[in-house]
């Protein structure tokens, strides 16, 4: 939800917080019409892998705006974070986002940037080369009570199939739930739910 504010302009070279969240000269900025994975986020790859998109879209957003932006805006989400477009060296960093797959169009918000995700969908870039939860969806899940406590993400589920484990941005991460009653429990890495008895739910 926005919230209108002063149209505001900041500069200067900003600290990336995440694939579309920066600070530039003490004021957050949320990179208006996209939605980047989560920070911890993994998403498949086309040929069953996993790779860390969340970690890979912070990087990108480094990249793009690390010399320094120009962020317009006049509203502001629930968090008082400024809405803005930010464009670096005359680009539009929030499309680069998109164009290169390292973010989604946020559809719900705004439609600025679906033509650029639809060519990145085609082209198979980025989150777009396997299945990827749109990071809305990671949230909900988290705020139903399956956030993961501290940085251990990875689900241990004991299922009819025996004891798996579901790795954050998989297609049945969201819909796995844990309940610690009945053994389940959670990883904070992948050699430590194999060394506990647990496999790979898509192995």
């Known amino acids: 939800m926005a919230f209108p504010a002063a149209a505001a302009t900041v500069s200067g070279i900003p600290r990336i917080v995440d694939g579309d969240t920066l600070v530039v000269q003490n004021t957050r900025v949320r990179l208006f019409g ?5 920070a911890r986020q993994r998403c498949e790859t086309g040929t069953g892998g996993h790779w860390a998109c969340g970690a890979a ?3 990108a ?42 973010a989604f169009a946020y559809r ?15 082209a198979h870039r980025g989150i777009w080369q396997g299945a990827a939860e749109r990071p809305a969806q990671v949230r909900t899940e988290a705020r139903k009570g399956q956030e993961a406590p501290g940085r251990c ?20 991460y969201g819909a796995t739930r844990i309940s610690t009653a009945k053994g389940e429990r959670w990883f904070c890495s992948e050699a430590e739910a194999k060394a506990a008895g647990w496999r790979h739910a898509g192995g």
């Open 34 to 38: 996209i939605d980047a994975p989560e």
């Open 57 to 59: 879209a912070t990087a």
């Open 61 to 102: 957003l480094r990249e793009l705006a690390g010399q320094g932006v120009r962020c317009t805006g006049a509203q502001e989400d629930r968090y008082g974070r400024l809405i803005a477009v930010c464009r670096a060296g005359g680009r539009d960093i929030n499309a680069e986002m998109v164009r290169k797959g390292a």
């Open 108 to 122: 719900k918000y705004a439609r600025d940037y679906v033509p650029a995700e639809e060519a990145a969908h085609a």
């Open 153 to 172: 993400a990875i689900k241990g589920n004991i299922s009819a199939r025996g004891k798996l484990y579901h790795l954050p941005g998989e297609r049945s």
